[in-house]
């Protein structure tokens, strides 16, 4: 696949955040170098990924009629890391395509 073609995602890292740091997409450890690599204050995932984001009315009403699941891509990025020697987690950091 070539750079053009390939989807690839981006998260920003907090601020504070500093090694060593664990990732989780979707609660599934990742490990870097096979699964994203850090690129500044970002991780870069070699693969797309979807937040969900708000439903619609027509959506809500159609999921409590039964007519309708909700079975979208919703990925969440979780990272892990130690503050002033405690261990804290900045969850479902947004995702956003990588340009």
Request: no cysteine; hydrophobic share 35%; proline share 6%.
């Amino acid at each position: 696949m070539s750079e053009t073609t390939r989807q690839r995602t981006r998260v920003q890292l907090p601020v504070d955040v500093t090694r060593p740091f664990d990732v989780f997409v979707n609660g599934v450890p990742q490990r870097e170098g096979a699964d994203y690599i850090v690129r500044g204050g970002w991780l870069v995932f070699e693969r797309p990924m979807k937040e969900e984001g708000k439903l619609g009315l027509m959506r809500w009403a159609s999921i409590m009629l039964g007519i309708a699941g909700s079975y979208r891509q919703n990925d969440s990025v979780d990272v892990a890391y130690e503050r002033d020697g405690r261990k804290v987690v900045a969850a479902k950091i947004p995702v956003q395509p990588y340009e």
